[in-house]
């Protein structure tokens, strides 16, 4: 009686959960509904745009990346003795 109960219960909330899905499906597939103004595109994706080419301005300028080193360590004085 139990186990009857249990699958009724989950059975009932499944289909409670997939109900409001299958409304919004478009069920017809052969015949597209567009709904209000709406842009469509068709056809495959064109390839991304080539980049520009360089000036020369650019050419000379130099770009580093990534992180700074952190500053040299001074040299040590060296004290001399003088004879």
Avoid: F, H, W, Y
Wanted: aromatic share 0%.
């Amino acid at each position: 009686m139990k186990k009857t109960t249990l699958v009724m219960a989950v059975s009932v909330l499944t289909i409670l959960m997939v109900l409001p899905v299958i409304g919004s499906v478009n069920t017809l597939a052969g015949k597209p509904t567009i709904i209000g103004p709406t842009l469509r595109a068709d056809g495959d994706p064109l390839p991304p745009p080539i980049p520009p080419q360089p000036s020369l301005m650019e050419l000379n300028t130099l770009v580093a990346d990534g992180d700074p080193l952190p500053p040299p360590i001074p040299p040590q004085p060296s004290v001399e003795l003088s004879v």
